[in-house]
């Protein structure tokens, strides 16, 4: 039974330029218990996926088509109390940049204090607010224990620092705290650790993998680092402009890639134990997104396009590989067959 | 808490910087009148003053010292609040500040009362509409507001009020401690008058800073928590984007007690601004010169009050220490 | 809420260009100063009152006030026999109490309150640019120095300061210009400052000053360039502030001498008449308005197209 199912997102944005298809036409389905890596370059919409999800997309923006399906309820279906209701609580977001991502008047624990209150005990007043009365000390117990679970050290004292006052690596573990806190059944992390340090990153990434088990949860995690997503997933997802390219178990996908785009991402990866290749780069460029190609969206840098591939974008292809759920979308596995 | 600490350390930082900036302000304003063309021996003593007596005043005033020697004695005695004799009414200026103060203090705080009263409410609409009909109405109002010489308001109004005789005062001013309702009644069309730019001004910023701050990341971090959208708004958001508006509103204060001198000419109210340009007319420096110094330091002072109510809504800014 | 898309690669936006792209900044400003109609109508405005300014200085100081005189009335001849009249078709915005017609005044009037302003604030603008740059760029003492200085002046209110100055100064065009410039000198001092700071900070001005560039060419060939869409912005608010400063300062009596005509002049000369006279009270007033409007109106569209960071407003 799947926590979240998506079928066929469509993600526009209406600007000046033209109309964006952010998202195009994008199945993912996430089980309990697993970390699904979404990867994809800059452009890819993967950011827009999560966010078309969480439903904050705000003009110029629209989810133009498709069902999102969360423990069984249709997200787009819901009423904003509903979904308000949802957020934090069964359905929540780690966001890339922590600094930005945190009001910097407001102290880190009273910010995780809200959150908690918000979801046990609901909106408050807000004369109470201001005047602080909403704040219980049972709360910031269990705000400095979920301090002290990502690894904060001095929790106690971290609860009345500012924003400003953590480093980047530390203000990310507390937004994973904040992520986690009221124990939702998926978080989305919206690639939290690009702007990291590797050993931070790693840090954060073997602390996320304990959470996620320890609470059976599920998440979904977005990157552009193939490594990432080879170290944590359990299943990857690879966009392209929009577009899923390729899904599957990641050890099947990443050792058997089956649509080219993967195969160049991963030749692409500069190897250590293969010092005198040449460092390899995927020819051309991202389209424009106003300007998407008719046919394939990867044919013009694909090295074993054809003719067909110019006419239409390919089908996604079930079971292209031995085990489990591994889909692409290219013409050529159709030839296989 | 650490948090009180750092509010002291400020605003004892704030004190060391208000010292020297007063002394150049003093010391400014100081060069500038003694600059001024005229003898104030024969300002004082008038046309019919012989050479003689001219001379025996020049030197009992010590005209004939060095300038710093002069300023020097012109400070300490401000310092202990003898801002010297007016040429003219040889009253004590000190006195006559103080008699005159409450109509302009009356006046000011009348206006800030408008300002606010009008421009935060309507500054919150907007940001909360934008775009939208109201929105679109209330940027064009405030336009016009910063638009229109505050003078020229203050004539417009009294030439409607004035077919409308007797309804609200159109000359002078009763002070509310005598008075209130009529003290009232003779604020509100200065009032209205003065604050208006200010009501703009209010408006503008507040609708920009609050749009910034709604579009700023923790606004959407918040709303992807669940958090909800009235408490959004009012405790995250406008506690952020009111603090440029505090600081703007500060510094306006000045403004304020620029604007009156015009304002009390327009309606006949006694207040500093008045007496200060009847000063000017009549050459009458100390009390030019003392006005001058009484509102600097009052500006100095709200100044530094403001910074400090700024930091203590910022912890940015007592903590990390950026200057303006 | 969410960016438009991630197509951009992350660092493009942080690029450091060596120099603003000038023709598109300037395309970008006309082509949004055409669409607003709001933003039209504060440059038709702007443009045609400074049109109005030279007309009228050639008229006035070399043509002797024929042209005027030909087309309307004689701004300065007096008909006693006409003293205040309402306004007529003769007449469109009535006479004063010397009988002259008040349209031809309101119009030689706009030349003073153009040129006060437009020339106040080039001079604050200049001086104000300078010592923000040298306070942002050397920083340290000088900026303590430099930035305690301009407090000094901006613990005046900013007609208080005009009035004590023109104390000092005496009366006349070029005082007026002067004492108001010295007063919008803080605020250009700040803008520049603050801009420059965060120029300061971006790569290109590291890499001219590893080139050996002497620091006078960084300051004004390579930062100033790229501060200068606040201030433009800025400049154009500080005009209209300008304008109504002046009109304020010859209201109160303290302006250019008669028998130039001032808008400020005008109505200080016509309170006495308020009952009776409303069109003496009525158009300078509004002459005013639309100027400072038109003004204000280009400050608005300017910034909305160059500058999507508000800065402040300055002093009114």
């Known amino acids: 039974m799947s926590l979240l199912n998506v079928r066929n997102l469509r993600t526009h944005f209406h600007t000046e330029e033209g109309t964006v298809k952010a998202v195009d036409g994008v199945d993912l389905d996430i089980r309990p218990g697993e970390i699904v890596g979404l990867v994809g370059e800059s452009g890819s919409g993967k950011s827009v996926t999560a966010r078309s999800i969480m439903q904050l997309i705000e003009p110029p923006g629209e989810i133009v088509d498709g069902d999102i399906e969360f423990k069984g309820d249709s997200l787009r279906a819901l009423s904003g109390e509903r979904i308000r209701r949802l957020r934090g609580k069964e359905l929540s977001m780690v966001f890339q940049d922590p600094m930005s991502a945190f009001n910097p008047t407001q102290t880190v624990g009273r910010q995780l204090h809200d959150v908690l209150r918000t979801h046990r005990e609901g909106p408050v007043s807000i004369t109470n607010r201001l005047l602080g009365r909403d704040h219980s000390p049972e709360f910031r117990e269990e705000v400095v224990e979920a301090l002290d679970a990502v690894g904060i050290p001095s929790p106690e004292e971290r609860y009345g620092d500012y924003p400003h006052e953590f480093s980047g690596g530390m203000l990310q573990r507390a937004m994973v705290a904040m992520a986690t806190i009221c124990d939702p059944d998926l978080i989305l992390a919206d690639e939290p650790t690009t702007a990291l340090d590797v050993t931070i990153e790693r840090q954060i990434l073997s602390l996320f993998r304990d959470l996620v088990d320890n609470r059976d949860a599920a998440a979904l995690w977005i990157t552009h680092d193939l490594s990432v997503v080879a170290a944590l997933c359990d299943r990857v997802i690879v966009m392209y402009t929009g577009k899923v390219m390729e899904s599957g178990p990641v050890e099947e996908v990443l050792s058997n890639p089956r649509h080219p785009y993967t195969e160049e991402l991963l030749e692409s990866v500069p190897r250590y134990d293969e010092p005198d290749d040449e460092l390899h780069a995927i020819e051309g460029s991202v389209p424009m997104p106003t300007d998407l190609p008719p046919g394939c969206v990867f044919a013009d840098r694909c090295p074993e396009a054809h003719d067909r591939c110019r006419e239409a974008h390919p089908p996604m292809y079930a079971n292209v590989g031995p085990d489990g759920d591994h889909r692409a979308a290219c013409y050529l596995l159709e030839e296989e067959r | 808490m650490s948090d009180s600490n750092d509010l002291l350390f400020y605003v004892g930082k704030r004190f060391l910087w208000a010292v020297p900036v007063l002394l150049g302000a003093s010391f400014l304003s100081y060069i500038l009148i003694h600059l001024a063309p005229g003898d104030p021996a024969q300002i004082i003593l008038g046309r019919r003053a012989t050479q003689e007596q001219l001379a025996q005043l020049r030197q009992e005033m010590a005209l004939n010292k060095p300038v710093y020697v002069q300023y020097w004695r012109y400070l300490s005695d401000a310092a202990v609040g003898d801002l010297g004799r007016s040429y003219r009414s040889q009253q004590k200026v000190a006195t006559m500040i103080a008699q005159r103060l409450p109509y302009t203090l009356q006046l000011a705080v009348g206006s800030l009362i408008v300002a606010l009263g009008i421009g935060l409410p309507t500054g919150i609409y907007a940001s909360l509409n934008r775009n939208e009909f109201g929105d679109h109405v209330s940027r064009i109002v405030a336009l016009l507001g910063i638009s229109i010489p505050n003078f020229w308001l203050g004539l417009m109004l009294i030439l409607l009020i004035a077919v409308h005789v007797g309804v609200v005062p159109i000359y002078g001013m009763t002070l509310v401690t005598e008075n209130v309702l009529a003290g009232f009644l003779s604020t509100l069309l200065p009032a209205v008058a003065l604050g208006t730019a200010l009501t703009a001004l209010i408006m503008r910023m507040l609708r920009g800073s609050l749009l910034d701050e709604i579009n700023k990341g923790y606004v959407q971090t918040a709303n992807a928590y669940g958090i909800a959208e009235h408490e959004i708004m009012y405790v995250y958001v406008l506690k952020n984007g009111l603090l440029p508006t505090i600081t703007v509103i500060g510094l306006q204060l000045g403004y304020l007690l620029g604007g009156s001198v015009v304002i009390e000419t327009v309606f006949g109210i006694p207040g500093i601004g008045q007496m200060t340009l009847d000063a000017i007319f009549k050459q009458d420096f100390p009390v030019i010169q003392g006005v001058v110094l009484f509102v600097a330091t009052v500006f100095v002072a709200v100044n530094i009050l403001v910074d400090t109510l700024y930091a203590f809504l910022d912890p940015r800014i007592r903590l990390g220490g950026e200057s303006t | ?316």
């Open chain 3, 1 to 316: 809420m969410s960016t438009v898309t991630e197509s951009t690669d992350p660092d493009s936006d942080r690029d450091a260009h060596t120099e603003r792209d000038y023709s598109t900044a300037r395309e970008r400003v006309l082509s949004q100063v055409r669409q607003s109609p709001l933003a039209m109508i504060g440059a038709s405005i702007a443009v045609f009152l400074l049109l109005l300014t030279v007309v009228t200085l050639v008229d006035r100081h070399l043509l002797n006030r024929t042209l005027i005189t030909t087309l309307l009335h004689d701004p300065y001849a007096t008909h006693p026999e006409n003293r205040l009249q309402a306004p007529t078709l003769v007449h469109p915005f009535g006479t004063d109490e010397q009988g002259r017609d008040i349209l031809v005044r309101v119009i030689y009037g706009a030349k003073t309150s153009v040129i006060v302003g437009v020339l106040s604030v080039t001079f604050a603008s200049i001086v104000g640019v300078a010592i923000g740059s040298v306070s942002a760029y050397y920083g340290r003492i000088v900026d303590m120095a430099g930035m305690r200085l301009m407090d000094v002046l901006l613990s005046f209110p900013a007609i208080l300061l005009a009035i004590a100055l023109m104390a000092t100064l005496g009366r006349g065009l070029e005082n007026i210009i002067l004492a108001l410039g010295v007063v919008y000198v803080p605020t250009f001092a700040r803008v520049t400052r603050s801009e420059m700071l965060s120029q300061k900070e971006q790569e290109y001005a590291d890499a001219a000053r590893v080139v050996g560039y002497p620091d006078r060419n960084i300051i004004l060939k390579e930062l100033l360039p790229n501060c200068l869409t606040p201030i433009i912005v800025q400049a154009t608010f500080s005009i209209a502030l300008a304008i109504i400063a002046e009109a304020a300062l010859s209201f109160l009596g303290l302006g250019v001498s008669p028998p130039t005509p001032t808008w400020g002049m005008m109505l200080s000369k016509g309170k006495p008449y308020i009952t009776d006279a409303w069109w003496y009270m009525l158009f300078p007033g509004l002459a005013i308005m639309v100027t400072v409007l038109g003004f204000n109106l280009l400050g608005d569209s300017l910034r909305d197209a160059l500058d999507p960071q508000e800065q402040g407003e300055g002093r009114i």
